[in-house]
């Protein structure tokens, strides 16, 4: 499953980037995000809750940043297991390009499906998937343009 995207944060590029390199303000954007938490400079175990139907699974995994040309881009590589509900991985390819006071996100990102997730079809998958970017973007966009204030202790030392 592929899902591309751009989107126009109403924020200074250096502060995007310090949103997305910033835990706190991640774990309130994610949907569903029980726990996130730097390990090291480069990675990030999380738990987010999954929820198919009547099945309902937490995924525990890791988010490796790697290619970081601060503040421009990085790749972010994840793999995650959600018990009965299977397994996920994928990799992101994010970039941030200067728009006057704005902030143009791009990704493209790639994922991959198994167990029961697979099952489910793409199609489905796909549209859940596009339904919790929107929500994640928006929140982050909100986060960083100062519109909704979080209590967050920053990025790794």
Known sequence: MDVTGE??????????????????????????????????????????????????????GTITL?????PASYRLSAAGKGGI??????????EL??????????????AELGGRLAQLGSKLIGAATQRLAARFFSDFNDA?????TLHHAGAPK
């Open 66 to 70: 790697s290619n970081v040309n601060a």
């Open 7 to 60: 989107e126009r944060i109403a924020a200074s590029r250096d502060k995007v980037w310090a949103g997305l390199n910033n835990a706190e303000i991640l774990k309130h954007c994610i949907p569903h995000c029980k726990s996130l938490d730097w390990q090291s400079d480069r990675e990030l175990v999380a738990v987010i809750r999954i929820k198919l139907g009547p099945i309902a699974s937490n995924f525990s």
């Open 144 to 148: 960083v343009s100062g519109r909704k």
């Open 85 to 94: 509900l299977g397994f996920a991985q994928g990799a992101a390819d994010v």
């Open 97 to 110: 390009i200067e728009y006057g006071d704005e902030t143009i996100l791009r990704y493209v990102a790639a």
